[in-house]
């Protein structure tokens, strides 16, 4: 393997969906394949694939499936078919706009075909659209992005909102990886991101592999590292971003976001248009909130006491005033975010 980013995160190959399994990260690179689209609900419950625009390609390969396995012979049956599995692949996780989105480009799609045989046809072939366009969008975004950065920045990332988090190339590593091909030398530090380390499982390993240099610090080294000198630009991912310019991203971000402010580093944000929700409120987005187990123990190894309350939610929200730009395929929207992301889905 030359690049992380030569794989595909997710994929359709020979009516099969296969997916990098990210559990078995960083020391195994597995590939898995499903032909259910059960088996891709689950992969997207189960962290197997994760990440907002991964998950959103992953929801739309999963319809794939269920048009293949639909016995329907009607346009009307297999619409209630696919209807079905829209529920089941939309159960799965509730915070990451793109996963509603992605079902519902498909099925609006689905609607529009008017055999059975059409239907399977233009449901497979936009899904496969969606992930190659997924590719451009984040290049794109890499290099509206890279203006921001300068040579010999070191850059501070949350999580994982890389290649692995999408179908190739990533979000805020998109920015970091187009920042460095406009020829600007830079570095990066990782946060490890507890409780399911993406950012020592995923990020180091996907920089490190792609020749970045690149520190892992502990979450809690966050204020350190700023206090210190050591980070002068931050760029994370999203999972939602709502009209307002709030940021609903892995748990942590705020933290970083406030430290940032703290210490007048600039704080960036890195998503596609398909991660903005212009009709939620922040009020209403709901966090995933996730077992106790993932907090109590550091993978298999327990390291809490038994019988203790755990809260462990998976997102949090930063507010607009903590962020300095939202950079997205079609530019950089700043405050008011409002105004500014408005004119960028009118320009899109
Ligand atoms: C590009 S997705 C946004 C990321 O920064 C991050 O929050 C993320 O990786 C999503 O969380 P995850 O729970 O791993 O699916």
């Known amino acids: 393997m030359e690049n992380v980013t030569d794989l595909r995160t997710v994929e359709w190959k020979n009516n099969k969906v296969i997916m990098i399994e990210q559990t078995k990260l960083p020391n195994e690179l597995i590939f898995v394949e499903y032909d259910d689209f059960n088996q891709v609900a689950n992969a997207i419950k189960t962290l197997i694939v ?51 989105w992605g079902l519902e480009k498909i099925m609006n799609v689905a609607k529009i075909g008017e055999t059975a045989e059409q239907i399977r046809e233009l449901v497979i072939s936009t899904a496969k659209k969606m992930a190659d366009e997924d590719i451009e969008i984040n290049k794109s975004m890499g290099k509206n992005g890279s203006v921001l950065f300068d040579d010999n920045d070191t850059i501070m990332t949350h999580c994982n909102a890389g290649a692995l988090a999408t179908v190739a190339y990533g979000t805020a590593l998109g920015v970091i990886r187009a920042t460095r091909e406009s020829g600007k030398n830079v570095k990066v530090i990782a946060t490890e991101t507890r409780p399911i380390q993406q950012g ?22 966050v204020g350190y590292s700023m206090a210190n000198g050591l980070v002068n630009k931050v760029v994370v991912g999203a999972d939602r971003i709502v009209k307002t310019g709030h940021v609903f991203n892995k748990i942590g971000t705020y933290q970083v976001a406030t430290m940032a402010k703290q210490h007048g580093i600039p ?68 405050a008011p975010f409002e105004e500014s992301l408005t004119k960028l889905f009118q320009a899109n």
Do not use: C, W
């Not at 625009?53 to 049956?77: C, D, H, M, R």
């Open 267 to 334: 704080f960036y944000v890195a998503a596609p248009l398909s991660t903005i929700d212009m009709e939620t409120k922040a009020e209403d987005v709901i966090i995933e909130m996730r077992k106790g187990s993932e907090v109590t123990g550091i993978g298999d190894k327990k390291t809490a006491p038994d019988d203790i309350g755990v809260i462990n939610p998976a997102f949090d929200m930063t507010p607009p005033e903590l962020i300095a730009g939202i950079i997205t395929e079609k530019g950089v929207a700043t």
């Open 200 to 221: 020592s499982r995923l990020t180091a390993f996907e920089l490190k592999h792609d020749g970045f240099d690149v520190s892992l610090v502990p979450d809690t080294a």
């Open 50 to 100: 994760r990440g907002a625009p991964a998950i959103g390609v992953s929801g739309a390969f999963g319809l794939g499936l269920a048009a293949l396995q639909s016995k329907a012979t009607t346009k009307e049956q297999l619409l209630s078919d696919l209807e079905d599995a829209r529920k089941i692949l939309f159960a799965t996780r509730p915070t990451a706009v793109n996963l509603g």
